[in-house]
């Protein structure tokens, strides 16, 4: 697959930043391509060694976190925000540690209370000035803990958390604030990690391994699904915490990961030493049914469209001949990485518009094209979606649809249609943001409303069931491509007509089987598939 391309901006490698204070703007330059999402666009605000998450709260840290987070939001979220409005919302977060906290904005100044007493007030700054605001929150914070004994006793962490979860409260409910040891669990799996290449699931006595990464460390060194974990180390791990065990198995790459496994069926104890290397989660599986090439892709993170790809490709070379068409199960995939889904769009794409991203900071306006080289040499395909399929699923369902390379089955989709940039805080925490709102290739605004497929599969009575689901399909029943046209016309700011769309295919929960029922139908029946290509393809798309 050749280089998809980006427009107005080109398609540079994925990038982390590292950002002093004084040349945040510079490094937001908006001809630089950031590591995205759908999401996440990842910054790395600071190079210094983080505290420990237990470090002791100070004025000088406290300050940079405030300056940088307030910087991020300021330059970066989807609508102009009064940093004013973000800080007095985060100072009144500090009544998560003690109640007797109050904070109030009194003419020009913030007021500390405690106890119905105040206790000192902070002038506040004439203009949106984050290093100024960032000033006045550590300011308001020291009153508070010479008030406070509760306050004054917490820990860094407790008072980022408690301020930064007030702060991002009035932003839209994708922002939020992540503290050090959640952000770094979602860095390992968009990133990778160094691990073994096991997923696990500790229970009262031993760990199961519920699945093996094919290319990790741990298959090469012969363990297997269902293998169970008894010591790591030498130590038996009865009454550890799934927390503990992924703490001992994870580690250095290049560094030796020692543990003992119970085997089903077996007597003896198997000792295993595994060398650990960079592991990214496995999101993409595949599978044959009646020469049907079945795909269940269930995230979307650095290595996903590379796996997938490479899946692909082997299915087209296989000794048995490529499959006669292929289903795309995104069904409850809730998304990830923006790069990532337009990288998986243009697998199955020669050419057209996959995306166009549109926000407030200048780097947040882009278009995604397809470029040249469909892997599957066009054969059919048919996309599973249900409300469960977001944000990166939703852009792949909808370019594949609006360019008429898929049919798409299914139920409404989530509607979550926002990017989210991520900025790695200097705690190693993040702040996720939203910074653009993205339409899909015929122009409609996939927030609030997701994506409507062509065959609506579920929605009670016969629609739960295969035997009367698929001849009805044969026969030209279940199909909303007159409803499309109204679909992709609705108006961005119209929430009722918006609202009152979705209800035409909502998602019940369904039964999986019978989604893969009909997608071999339309496959296995070329007059049906070519049909339902024609009633939702847009010229709009290829434009």
């Known amino acids: 697959m050749s280089q998809?391309?980006?427009?107005?901006?080109?398609?540079?490698?994925?990038?982390?930043?590292?950002?002093?204070?004084k040349f945040w703007n510079r490094a937001f330059h908006p001809t630089r391509r950031p590591l995205l999402a759908a999401g996440a666009l990842v910054l790395a605000a600071c190079a210094q060694m983080a505290p420990p998450g237990d470090a002791e709260y100070s004025n000088r840290y406290s300050s940079e976190m405030f300056g940088t987070g307030y910087s991020f939001i300021s330059d970066r979220y989807i609508e102009t925000v009064s940093?004013?409005?973000?800080?007095?919302?985060?100072?009144?977060?500090?009544?998560?540690?003690?109640?007797?906290?109050?904070?109030?904005?009194?003419?020009?100044?913030?007021?500390?209370?405690?106890?119905d007493r105040t206790v000192g007030q902070v002038r506040s700054p004439r203009s949106d000035d984050p290093e100024a605001w960032s000033e006045a929150t550590v300011s308001a914070i020291a009153m508070a803990r010479n008030a406070s004994p509760v306050l004054a006793d917490a820990r860094a962490e407790t008072v980022f958390k408690a301020v930064f979860d007030g702060v991002v409260q009035p932003l839209d409910k994708f922002s939020r604030y992540d503290d050090a040891e959640t952000a770094s669990e979602k860095r390992a799996y968009r990133d990778g990690f160094g691990g073994i290449g096991v997923t696990i699931r500790m229970e009262q006595d031993d760990a199961h391994i519920l699945d093996v990464n094919e290319r990790g460390p741990a298959a090469k060194a012969g363990v297997k699904p269902e293998d169970r974990i008894t010591h790591v180390e030498g130590k038996a791990i009865a009454g550890w915490t799934q927390r503990q065990l992924v703490d001992h198995l994870r580690g250095p790459v290049n560094t030796t990961a020692a543990f003992?496994?119970?085997?089903?069926?077996?007597?003896?104890?198997?000792?295993?030493?595994?060398?650990?290397?960079?592991?990214?989660?496995?999101?993409?599986?595949i599978r044959r049914e009646q020469n049907i090439a079945i795909i269940r892709l269930t995230g979307f993170n650095v290595e996903s469209a590379k796996q997938l790809e490479r899946l692909v490709r082997r299915e087209m070379r296989s000794p048995a001949?490529?499959?006669?068409?292929?289903?795309?199960?995104?069904?409850?995939?809730?998304?990830?990485?923006?790069?990532?889904?337009i990288d998986i769009a243009d697998i199955f794409l020669d050419s057209g518009n996959i995306i166009v991203t549109r926000g407030r900071h200048p780097g947040s306006r882009q278009a995604?094209?397809?470029?040249?080289?469909?892997?599957?040499?066009?054969?059919?395909?048919?996309?599973?979606?249900?409300?469960?399929?977001?944000?990166?699923?939703?852009?792949?369902?909808?370019?594949?649809?609006?360019?008429?390379?898929?049919?798409?089955?299914?139920?409404?989709?989530?509607?979550?249609?926002?990017?989210?940039?991520?900025?790695?805080?200097?705690?190693?925490?993040?702040?996720?943001?939203?910074?653009?709102?993205?339409?899909?290739?015929?122009?409609?605004?996939?927030h609030d409303l997701g994506v409507l497929p062509t065959i609506c599969t579920h929605g009670g009575g016969d629609t739960q069931s295969a035997d009367a689901l698929v001849p009805a399909v044969r026969g030209g029943a279940n199909t909303l491509a007159g409803q499309l046209g109204t679909w992709r016309a609705t108006r961005n700011r119209d929430a009722a007509e918006r609202a009152g769309l979705r209800q035409i295919c909502p998602s019940d929960g369904g039964t999986p089987d019978v989604d893969i029922a009909v997608a071999r139908e339309i496959i296995s029946n070329t007059g049906l598939y070519a049909s339902l290509l024609r009633q939702a393809d847009t010229a709009v798309a290829r434009r």
Not at 321 to 341: A, H
Not at 427 to 439: A, D, K, M, V, Y
């Open 260 to 285: 003992t496994l119970r085997r089903p069926g077996g007597t003896n104890p198997i000792s295993v030493q595994v060398t650990r290397r960079h592991v990214v989660p496995e999101t993409v599986k």
């Open 83 to 115: 940093l004013r409005k973000l800080s007095l919302a985060g100072l009144s977060g500090l009544r998560q540690i003690d109640s007797n906290i109050d904070i109030r904005s009194v003419n020009n100044a913030i007021e500390v209370q405690y106890q």
């Open 4 to 21: 998809t391309k980006h427009l107005p901006f080109t398609r540079a490698d994925e990038a982390r930043y590292v950002i002093p204070m």
């Open 321 to 341: 001949g490529p499959p006669s068409g292929f289903v795309l199960d995104v069904r409850s995939n809730p998304g990830g990485r923006l790069d990532v889904s």
């Open 368 to 446: 995604f094209e397809a470029s040249a080289g469909d892997v599957t040499g066009q054969r059919p395909i048919v996309v599973l979606i249900n409300g469960g399929s977001a944000s990166a699923s939703e852009i792949v369902a909808a370019a594949l649809q609006d360019h008429g390379r898929a049919v798409v089955i299914g139920t409404n989709s989530f509607g979550k249609g926002t990017v989210q940039s991520v900025l790695r805080l200097p705690n190693n925490g993040e702040i996720t943001l939203t910074w653009s709102r993205f339409l899909a290739p015929s122009g409609y605004q996939l």
